[in-house]
């Protein structure tokens, strides 16, 4: 199984939104509405930031938002700030009841 | 509090066997699911399967199954991740995680270097 392809790099300044795309396929993007992303400080665990689409887990900031249309899943980030900076990754569900992760996005606060 | 501890980094040799261990607190660790993925280094995030400690049914990633074995201790709240015999490319952190659904991870270990040096 190929990753879910994310792009490698986004940035924007303090405060500006920045929104950053995961695409897979119909057996798995397209086909649940199982999509996480995680925030990955290296060196650090990674932290769910939205599970299923959209839902936030308790004490995640409502500056990150999830949504999904078609076989593509996006999240955002509002109002950036310096602490954003870091990996983000996309995961689905699959139709074979694995999971799969994107390559990774590495979001940079200018 | 919810923690994940994680056995310490290692180094080995190719060839040689290697269990890592993922110890959870905090929460009834036999009704969550523990999931195991890697990263190898500058690299991104790989599942490799999960278990779930009430029954050790166990799930592989295709690129994974054969060759790692996931395997759980309820008695004692510890998950494991095991190899018969290591290559140069199994070099990663490797990462348990716990969720109550196999789909997200909601709670992280703090990572286990293994280092296997070609």
């Known amino acids: 199984q190929s990753a879910l392809t994310q792009p490698a790099s986004v940035s924007g300044s303090p405060g500006q939104s920045i929104t950053i795309s995961c695409t897979g396929s119909?057996?798995?993007?397209?086909?649940?509405?199982?999509v996480s992303w995680y925030q990955h400080h290296p060196g650090k665990a990674p932290k769910l930031m939205i599970y299923?689409?959209?839902v936030r887990p308790s004490g995640v900031s409502n500056r990150f938002s999830g949504s999904k249309s078609g076989n593509t899943a996006s999240l955002t980030i509002s109002g950036l700030q310096a602490e954003d900076e870091a990996d983000y990754y996309c995961?689905?569900?699959?139709?074979?009841?694995?999971?799969?992760f994107g390559g990774g996005s590495r979001v940079t606060v200018l | 509090d919810v923690q994940l501890v994680q056995s310490g980094a290692v180094v080995k040799k190719t060839g040689e066997s290697l269990r890592i261990s993922c110890k959870g607190s905090?929460?009834?660790?036999?009704?969550?699911?523990i999931t195991w993925v890697r990263q190898i280094p500058g690299k991104g995030l790989e599942w490799m399967g999960r278990?779930?400690?009430?029954?050790?049914?166990?799930d592989y990633s295709p690129s994974f199954y054969g060759h790692v074995t996931i395997s759980v201790d309820k008695s004692i709240s510890t998950a494991y991740l095991q190899w018969s015999s290591l290559r140069a490319s199994d070099t990663a952190i490797y990462y348990c995680?716990?969720?109550?659904?196999?789909?997200?991870?909601?709670?992280w270990g703090q990572g286990t270097l293994v280092t296997v040096p070609s």
């Open positions: 995961s689905s569900y699959t139709a074979s009841s694995t999971v799969l």
């Open positions: 119909s057996s798995d993007v397209g086909g649940y509405t199982y």
């Open positions: 995680a716990k969720s109550s659904t196999p789909w997200h991870f909601d709670s």
């Open positions: 299923d689409v959209s």
């Open positions: 278990i779930d400690p009430s029954d050790s049914y166990t």
């Open positions: 905090g929460y009834n660790f036999p009704m969550y699911l």
